[in-house]
């Protein structure tokens, strides 16, 4: 399996309160991504990194911030948590300047926003 | 808009049952496609993929996709499943020949194998 942690794998918050997730590779790999899965609507891209500091919006951006400061580390910030939130979140990186290159994926955290 | 549609999202097997699920996506250029396996509780582990070459691409486990360009179609299949095949199954493709960096799933298929 691929060096990916995300943490923490689990949490309950309140409706209101901020959350940062935490997501990190030990493989140098250029592209990091995030991913809320919900039932019926599979993954959904909620923004990604291509770079240090070089982040982009994924389909379902609303309502979340992302942070690159070291190539290992990617961060989801949810700015006020909602109850739609409420979801599990999975981090994933890349290298396509290899060549075409599949994802790997992380363990996943699981959020619950009461 | 590109997506990836996966027609079945529950499928019911017996063990030993030949396995067929369906996966279309939506993008006239070159791609490259995936078949993503996640057993309960886990993560996405990566099946097969198919970047050029031959369009019938054999991946872990017994599984095989083939591509029809034709069709836009990446069907996955598997002539015979185990009970350790339950699990649910994402398509997945990403534009370009190269280089690309961003992946549209399909909303994936549950699969259950019954013993």
């Known amino acids: 399996d691929a060096g990916i942690t995300q943490s923490p794998r689990h949490k309950v918050t309140e409706t209101g309160t901020p959350v940062t997730l935490r997501c990190h590779q030990t493989e140098n790999h250029r592209y990091m991504y995030w991913y809320r899965q919900d039932p019926g609507h599979g993954l959904r891209l909620i923004h990604y990194s291509y770079g240090v500091k070089d982040t982009d919006k994924g389909e379902v951006s609303d309502g979340y911030s992302v942070s690159r400061s070291k190539t290992e580390d990617f961060l989801l910030t949810l700015e006020s948590a909602t109850s739609s939130q409420t979801s599990v979140y999975f981090c994933?990186?890349?290298?396509?300047?290899?060549?075409?290159?599949?994802?790997?994926f992380g363990p996943g955290t699981r959020l619950t926003v009461t | 808009a590109q997506s990836v549609s996966q027609h079945n999202h529950h499928v019911i097997l017996s063990e030993a049952a030949s396995l067929e699920l369906g996966c279309n996506y939506s993008?006239?250029?070159?791609?490259?496609l995936f078949w993503y396996v996640q057993y309960p509780g886990q993560h996405l582990q990566l099946l097969l993929k198919?970047?050029?070459?031959?369009?019938l691409v054999k991946g872990i486990k017994g599984f095989e996709a083939e591509f029809i360009k034709s069709k836009f179609s990446f069907n996955l299949r598997k002539p015979s499943v185990q009970w350790s095949d339950t699990a649910e199954y994402f398509c997945?493709?990403?534009?370009?020949?190269?280089?690309?960096?961003?992946?549209?799933f399909g909303t994936g298929t549950r699969l259950k194998v019954l013993a």
């Open positions: 997945a493709f990403s534009k370009g020949a190269s280089g690309t960096y961003k992946y549209i």
């Open positions: 993008y006239g250029g070159t791609v490259n």
């Open positions: 198919y970047f050029s070459g031959d369009p």
């Open positions: 994933a990186i890349s290298d396509p300047g290899t060549g075409v290159a599949e994802q790997y």
